[in-house]
């Protein structure tokens, strides 16, 4: 399962509640941030954006989660949703990959940047945040399920996308 969304749509928290969910209910799965994948700097001069150095760092990880037997993985980073096909590559091959766009309004994202980003940069993440968000609509193919975040709590959008996975958790949740 992808989480995708610009900055400020709340992945990472969502992210965290859905894995919370799914443990809870018994599901089996593994939470990665693929922000820190490509955590270095400065970047490979080969490797200029970390790609290179995510995929074989997610390959590297999954292997190790695999061998512990597991099948499922929270994959989340801004634009995990146009990456598909590297993260299917990382995961083997094989995998059946989901994905969700969390969406949300200038304001909100102004308002939830506002209050994480202090001093200078808040202007910076706010472009670039907007930057994201239309890259991500206009490139995201028709197999990812959007979710909107204004208005809404954790708990109600982390419900939305376990119900966008498919994956159902023994017994119910």
């Known amino acids: 399962m992808l989480i995708a969304g610009r900055s400020g749509s709340g992945k990472t928290a969502v992210a965290h509640e859905v894995s919370a969910r799914w443990a809870r ?26 790609t290179a150095l995510t995929e074989a760092n997610l390959r590297a990880l999954w292997a190790n989660y695999a061998a512990a037997g597991y099948r499922r993985v929270v994959y989340v980073n801004t634009v995990s949703v146009l990456e598909r096909e590297m993260i299917t590559r ?30 200078t ?45 498919g994956w159902e958790p023994p017994g119910g949740e």
């Open 121 to 165: 940069e808040l202007a910076a993440h706010l472009d670039r945040s907007a930057a994201a968000a239309e890259v991500l609509d206009r490139a995201a193919g028709p197999w990812v399920v959007r979710v909107g975040t204004d208005g809404r709590t954790v708990e109600e959008v982390a419900a939305a996308v376990t119900a966008a996975s």
């Open 90 to 119: 990382a995961l083997g091959g094989r995998a059946r990959v989901g994905g969700v766009l969390l969406t949300a309004s200038a304001r909100t994202i102004r308002t939830r940047l506002g209050a994480r980003e202090v001093g």
């Open 25 to 50: 209910s018994g599901l089996a799965h593994v939470l990665v941030d693929g922000d820190n994948l490509a955590a270095a700097h400065p970047k490979p001069p080969r490797d200029p954006h970390g």
